[in-house]
């Protein structure tokens, strides 16, 4: 598994639980819907930390408490 795909997952989750759309996401973030399209497609390998602290804010939330879940702890990222 790959950091991206860690990410991508870790923000599904999240919003699905939020009940929003990516292009929501990105308006509530404050950054281009396809900066967070190319995020949730993979094409983004390594979100930049500024664009993950962007996201976070726009699901109400630290960069902390974004990163902070079992599959990111867990796992041993593959090279990318």
Do not use: W
């Amino acid at each position: 598994m790959t950091y991206s795909d860690v990410i991508i997952r870790r923000l599904k989750q999240l919003c699905d639980e939020r009940n929003i759309t990516t292009n929501r996401l990105a308006t509530r973030s404050g950054i281009t819907q396809s900066t967070v399209e190319n995020i949730m497609a993979g094409k983004t390998k390594n979100p930049k930390l500024k664009t993950l602290h962007k996201l976070s804010q726009g699901l109400n939330m630290t960069v902390s408490q974004l990163l902070d879940f079992p599959e990111m702890n867990e796992t041993e990222f593959d090279d990318e």
